[in-house]
């Protein structure tokens, strides 16, 4: 018989992770849903395999079947009453694992069953929306701020989601964030998302920071700007050479200081001004 201490520290973990299943090894209905093998799924189910069963890491048959992005198994286990916000000991959720793996069927489901889109975080836990802009899912990206993703969530290996999409070289992941209205110039020890930019040698990636106000002469802890990570001769350096030289125009700037002024109410609030809708199109960096 197992000692009574350590049946009430694995009982202690698994209440602090919410799951009500038992601790196991991985078990059958683990290893169909990550092979997205529905009826396995559905004949486990029947045959009374519990869906909230969950392996030494914490990881139960729905985060399996996101990982691998099968909406039909996560259809199945979630109406046979699988946990949505069980964290794995990582602290990922079954939709951290179906924006990472570009799921927006599966991640569609999960928010429909109540998942949560900010899991209580820590700075080492990424966020739902990071996980979609470190793989560049920016679809993922649009749902999940849609539905109240904050925008400058704080990861300590990547910073806000920016910087993960920046860092990443995904551009339309960083569109859709600025478009929604993130911190251009948040910092992560005193670096941007320019900073990221410079270094994976992305011009479209600068050149749309700087329409949305990246500042080209922060500096960082090491008291660089973003032309300082550059090669010399490189089309990012001689890029931002001539953002340093050249100001932005007043118009610019004038955008600028609206969206920085209205942040994630710009969407809402630009369209509804007695304006033309070219000069709305303008604000909202409709052609960035």
């Not at 990472?100 to 599966?106: F, K, V």
């Not at 704080?154 to 600025?178: N, S």
């Not at 953002?243 to 809402?268: D, I, K, N």
């Amino acid at each position: 018989m197992e000692h009574p201490a350590i049946m009430e520290m694995t009982a202690a973990r698994r209440s602090n992770f919410g799951d009500i299943g038992f601790w196991a090894d991985r078990t059958a209905l683990h290893e169909a849903a990550s092979l997205g093998r529905a009826l396995q799924v559905k004949q486990l189910i029947e045959g009374g395999a519990s869906v909230n069963m969950v392996t030494v890491d914490n990881i139960t048959p729905l985060h399996d079947a996101c990982i691998q992005g099968h909406p039909n198994c996560v259809r199945l286990l979630l109406d046979a009453g699988a946990q949505v916000d069980v964290r794995t000991i990582h602290g990922s959720t079954p939709l951290c694992n179906a924006c990472a793996a570009g799921s927006l069927e599966c991640a569609k489901m999960l928010l429909e069953h109540g998942a949560k889109v900010n899991p209580s975080l820590t700075a080492l836990t990424a966020s739902p929306l990071h996980e979609a802009c470190i793989k560049g899912n920016a679809d993922i990206a649009r749902l999940v701020i849609a539905h109240g993703a904050l925008l400058e969530a704080f990861d300590l290996q990547f910073g806000t989601p920016l910087h993960a999409a920046c860092a990443k070289e995904h551009v339309d992941c960083a569109r859709v964030l600025l478009k929604a209205g993130a911190k251009v110039n948040a910092a992560k020890f005193h670096e941007t998302a320019l900073h990221h930019a410079a270094r994976v040698e992305m011009v479209d990636m600068i050149d749309l920071l700087v329409d949305f106000g990246g500042n080209v002469y922060v500096t960082d802890n090491d008291n660089k700007k973003p032309i300082d990570y550059t090669k010399p001769g490189s089309p990012t350096e001689q890029c931002l050479q001539y953002y340093e030289s050249t100001p932005l125009s007043l118009q610019q700037l004038s955008r600028v200081t609206l969206r920085t002024l209205l942040g994630t109410r710009a969407l809402e609030v630009v369209g509804q001004l007695d304006i033309s809708q070219r000069t709305i199109s303008y604000i909202l960096c409709e052609g960035c």
